[in-house]
């Protein structure tokens, strides 16, 4: 049995490929409530390095001097509390306010995807992953040989949200609305792992890892 699907190599000159990169760089999706963080750490126990983008995320909105300006600029001197992002409060704003959320979205992806990309080049494994939530919404794919979406039922989404971080049916919907619908974006990545609870994730995860490597030793 296998659910996951694939698309022929992105790159049509192989050999230019093999010369650019030196690891396969490969995205991992999915919505909230998917389980994507659940495959990222089975992954992560197969020896693959993993990506964290929505913590990497948080680290540079604390540590980047010009990134937290250019917040405080937007947000207001309250955006930080003793140099410490008030996580909070600009929850608060950009979940409530589209465009806040699109200015700070902005703002913050670059850095992230600067922050990826010079972590991607120091890695020495056949391929790592890099997790993120938002990558069709935010158009960061760029410099990804392959998307991984992990999908699940909207409803067992919702059940594990609300079991998760013990919020309303009406809470989940919200955080959902902000991101593309799930068929499409399962219909946007290469290869799709189904995590509903009836099928087994390891044998997937185990299917694109043989995959992966093998890819990368035909290079």
């Known amino acids: 049995m296998s659910i996951i699907k694939f698309k022929t190599l992105k790159h049509s000159n192989i050999q230019t ?10 995205g991992l999706t999915g919505g909230i409530g998917s389980g994507k963080s659940t495959v990222a750490k089975i992954f992560s126990i197969l020896g693959i390095p993993v990506f964290y983008a929505d913590t990497a995320a948080r680290l540079v ?3 980047d001097a010009e990134l937290k300006q250019k917040i405080k600029q937007t947000f207001g001197e309250a955006a930080y509390q003793n140099e410490i992002l008030a996580r909070k409060y600009i929850a608060d704003i950009v979940f409530n ?3 806040k959320l699109e200015q700070l979205n902005a703002m913050v ?5 600067a922050m990826a990309e010079k972590w991607m ?6 391929y790592v992953i890099k997790e993120a939530a938002l990558f069709f919404e935010a158009g960061s794919t760029e410099g990804l040989d392959y998307v991984i979406g992990v999908y699940a039922p909207q409803h067992l989404r919702i059940r594990r949200v609300m079991h998760r971080d013990n919020v309303t049916r009406e809470e989940v919907f919200a ?4 991101q593309i619908n799930e068929e499409m ?18 044998p997937q995860v185990l299917q694109l890892h043989q995959k992966f490597i093998t890819l990368k030793n035909n290079l």
């Open 121 to 126: 080049q120091q890695q020495t494994t056949p």
């Open 185 to 202: 974006k399962m219909r946007l990545c290469d290869f799709v792992i189904v995590n509903d609870e009836q099928q087994l994730v390891i």
């Open 61 to 63: 909105m604390n540590e």
């Open 175 to 178: 955080r959902m609305s902000r």
């Open 17 to 26: 490929l093999a010369t650019e990169i030196m690891v396969l760089k490969i």
């Open 109 to 113: 992806h670059p850095a992230t995807i």
């Open 97 to 99: 306010d589209p465009f």
